[in-house]
């Protein structure tokens, strides 16, 4: 009986249809795949196997490509025998093209970013790992792989883009933030409840990450992302076994062992930085060449590529606080030359000097515009950065103080101190009553230094509270969000 139910687990239905209707068109399945702009003719091959299933999106291009309906390539909602096993529908079946698709069928998607409409360069790092994380593991040097470098690089903009752009080569594409391990843990967990698993809800967690690692063995053509894995020790309870899908990693640490190879990641050169810079000030639309900008507005942004090292973060920054304040690219420049000079000999940091000149230069604007922004930017120091629950904030108000205290329980004063840091790239919303700050927790390291808040604080008279009182703030109030969710 067991040998027979894992027969029927296991059965696929290949797509003779689909099959024949390229072979009728002679083309290859790497030809077909780049008539609807797929990059891999294994996608293909997949489908035709019956191992997966097209997209709503895919489905219509086939459709249009081919000129024929849905039923006749074989790529209607599949029905289910008695048994419980799925079955195709007659090839005289009416029915067109379903509208949509059971989500059951769909690939699983959890990557937290939107693509970022500003991303530049970097496509030799991407080439290189589409090719080791798409190749089969008898091709495949490695099916785990890293990126590494230092806080603003861009490393986990490389993963969004990353996921994004091959999407449609993979069957799951799962991001688990792998900060801390109670991170770990919890983006398991998350994970565990969007597979449906049937422990999702135990209170052991470590069995939840145990079912995952399970579910991941038995299922192929999936992509993990571990972002944010500084420290790799932390790994050795949640990776899982067997070569059946592909990890990336995205780390500060230079040396990965046997863990994964690595990609170190530059800084970006000249134009690519230039570019970057300018389309994010809106100087430049966000796929027009370096070109069709003037030579000056084009050597002054080569000058600040220079001078913020080609660091991406910073350049973002930049461009951010351009766009906002119109000051140009000569007067952004000479406000960075201004405060880095201000800046030399303040001791050593833990992160990037032109990311700290491009975060105090927002800072300093955030604060004449909002003080109450610039204390919850403050607060936001002290928790970790990715996912903060609205809640902490809002619930925890009376803790923090006596500017940002009154606004955080209002929703309409709250929404303005958040757009305010929006607009210097300090923060990002979603949907989900949560939000991020800014992606490099280097960046904010910055905001607990007690002298670039003192230093704030008696330009525009904000509140003097030092980074032992924040930090006491962030976890009063994070213990008052907690308890009022029970």
Known sequence: MAKKAATKATRVITNDRLRAAREQHGWTQQELADQIGISQSFTISRWEGGVAFPRPYYIRR????????????????PEHDETGESVPFPISSPV??????????????????????????????????HNQLTATSAVALNQTQAISGLGGIGKTQ??????????????????????????????????????????????????????????????????????????LDLLTDFLPTGDTGYILLTTRAQATGSLAP???????????????????????????????????????????????GGLPLALDQAGAYIEETSCGLPGYLELYRTHLLQRRGTGPS???????????????????????????????????????PEAIITEGSTKLGPILGPVAPDALALNTALEVLRKYSLVRRNPDWAFAANRSPAVLSAAKETDACA??????????????SWRAAAKSATSVSILSSW
Not at 62 to 77: H, K, M, P, V
Not at 371 to 379: E, K, N, Q, V
Request: aromatic residues 8%.
């Open 158 to 231: 490389i993963a969004i883009e990353y996921a994004h752009r091959y999407r449609d080569d993979y069957d799951t594409v799962f991001w688990v933030t792998a900060a801390t391990r109670e991170r770990l843990h919890s983006d398991f967990v998350a994970l565990a409840r969007l597979l449906q698993l049937p422990v999702q809800d135990l209170p052991d967690q470590q069995l939840i990450v145990d079912a995952v690692k399970q579910w991941l063995a038995r299922h192929e053509q999936w992509l993990l992302i571990l972002d944010n894995a500084d420290e």
């Open 62 to 77: 086939l459709c249009d490509l081919f000129r024929i309906t849905a039923a006749e390539l074989g790529l209607l909602i």
């Open 262 to 308: 690595s990609i170190p990641i530059e800084q970006l050169s000249g134009e690519e930085g230039a570019l970057l810079l300018l389309r994010r000030a809106q100087l430049l639309a966000p796929k027009a060449p370096l070109e069709q900008v003037s030579e000056a507005d084009r050597a002054q942004a080569e000058i600040l590529v220079v001078a913020m």
């Open 455 to 468: 230093t704030s604080c008696s330009l525009v008279n904000c509140s003097r509270r030092s980074s032992v």
């Open 96 to 129: 067109a093209a379903p509208a949509l698709i059971p989500e059951r069928l769909l690939p699983l998607w959890n990557v937290p970013y939107r693509r970022n409409p500003f991303f530049t360069g970097r496509e030799d790092v991407l080439l290189h790992l």
């Open 350 to 388: 833990d992160h990037p000097e032109p990311v700290a000149v491009t975060w105090r230069l927002a800072f300093l604007k955030v604060e004449q515009a909002n003080p109450a922004a610039a204390d919850l930017l403050r607060f936001c120091a002290f928790l970790a950065p990715d996912a903060i």
